[in-house]
């Protein structure tokens, strides 16, 4: 049963409920729902305009906390792209800056990285891989000597062929 309904009804006690969206910047982030039961307070206006306060609060709270976690993230990524500018600016030899690509891009970016080229040919080669532990390295072993035709649905043809980003689960 709904809350409405058991409050009605007057199911296992419920006497009334309250049920107070958390919103900020114009946004619904969730709702905190108040009930009572044992006491048999009935809400009023009074109880719902104090709910109502307290979660515009704690709406913001939300809100600000979120925004501290993007603000962070997004510092911590300038601070590898600096770092891998930086480091990636050392080398002006082809296959090495490719591996260091690799290398800073594990464990920042994921688990195991490879990096494949377009070569002058229009056939696309694996240069460079690199891994955080044995079953990324394991992962890597897989894909090792694959061959990737430019003009099939592999995600990485779609890559080149496109340009444009993809993402698979």
Avoid: W
Wanted: include cysteine; aromatic fraction near 2%; proline fraction near 2%.
């Amino acid at each position: 049963a709904s809350i409405s309904e058991a409050t009605s009804r007057g199911s296992k006690g419920l006497r009334s409920a309250m049920l107070v969206p958390l919103r900020a910047r114009g946004q619904t982030l969730g709702v905190v729902t108040l009930a009572s039961a044992e006491s048999g307070r009935l809400y009023d206006e009074d109880d719902l305009g104090f709910a109502s306060a307290m979660a515009r609060r704690a709406a913001l709270s939300i809100d600000n906390a979120r925004l501290h976690s993007v603000l962070a993230r997004h510092s911590q990524e300038n601070e590898f792209l600096a770092a891998a500018s930086a480091e990636l600016d050392q080398t002006l030899d082809l296959d090495d800056t490719l591996q260091r690509v690799a290398d800073l891009s594990v464990p920042a970016l994921g688990d195991s990285c490879i990096v494949d080229l377009l070569d002058g040919r229009g056939a696309i080669r694996r240069v460079a891989s690199a891994a955080s532990g044995e079953p990324a390295t394991e992962l890597l072993e897989q894909f090792k000597g694959q061959q990737i035709n430019l003009d099939s649905a592999h995600p990485i043809a779609i890559a080149v062929r496109t340009g444009a980003v993809q993402q698979v689960d």
